[in-house]
């Protein structure tokens, strides 16, 4: 079964604005991973939050980690249309597996 | 560095027919899996290796083999294909993951879309 759900399914902007995607998990984890797909390639690592971490940055990308709700987000600001893409998020498993939830399909509108 | 590579591209087959998807790394990574990518479903681990002569089934592995005989090569061997495993498949590799929570950051491949008829 999926350990990561990510919500919502699909999200429509405008350029210049935010983007929210939220990832929810059911076990205790130690890190909490987010991927970028664009259309027909395969995934791109994004960003690595641990467990023992609330908040992390990268560029425009801004994830948080509620370990007691066992959810996290991934903030994109100021959206561009080069940023759509399908967004997974991805949390451990026994025997080093990443088990990737069903993702956020992101479109960004010029 | 090449990173993931994965052949062929595109695959048609027959109901019946069995291949093999190839998967190559040059990173040195122990850790290397195998997805399928269906649309609605998000990727899910087909099987996994972590090292030389170690594989171990994922969420859906009924219908593939895998064999790790090297740290560099892990093909997933379709026995009799069915229309069923039409899909996208993805190979990756990463390191192990440490103990105190550092991440196994996963590299993929280009993926192989393959449509059984």
């Known amino acids: 079964s999926q350990q990561g759900e990510e919500d919502p399914q699909a999200l429509s902007i405008q350029e210049g604005e935010n983007a929210t995607m939220n990832c929810s998990y059911k076990t205790s984890i130690n890190n909490l991973q987010w991927y970028r797909q664009n259309s027909g390639r395969g995934l791109v690592h994004l960003i690595l939050?641990?467990?023992?971490?609330r908040e992390k940055h990268s560029g425009r990308l801004r994830v948080t980690l509620d370990t007691s709700k066992k959810s996290s987000s991934l903030l994109i600001t100021a959206s561009r249309a080069a940023d759509t893409a399908s967004y997974f998020c991805a949390t451990p498993s026994q025997g080093g597996k990443l088990i990737f939830g069903q993702g956020t399909e992101l479109s960004v509108k010029p | 560095n090449a990173g993931v590579t994965q052949t062929p591209k595109f695959q048609v087959l027959k109901t019946g027919q069995s291949m093999t998807l190839q998967c190559a790394q040059d990173m040195n990574h122990e850790y290397m899996s195998w997805y399928r990518q269906d649309p609605g479903m998000g990727l899910r681990l087909i099987h996994y290796?972590?090292?030389?002569?170690?594989?171990d089934q994922g969420e859906v592995p009924n219908g593939y083999n895998v064999s790790r005989s090297t740290t560099e090569d892990f093909p997933l061997r379709l026995l009799s294909a069915a229309p069923s495993q039409t899909s996208v498949y993805f190979c990756?590799?990463?390191?192990?993951?440490?103990?105190?929570?550092?991440?196994?950051?996963?590299?993929f491949g280009p993926g192989t879309r393959l449509t059984v008829l």
């Open positions: 290796s972590v090292g030389a002569g170690i594989t």
């Open positions: 939050i641990r467990s023992n971490e």
């Open positions: 990756a590799s990463s390191r192990l993951p440490g103990l105190a929570g550092e991440g196994n950051e996963q590299f």
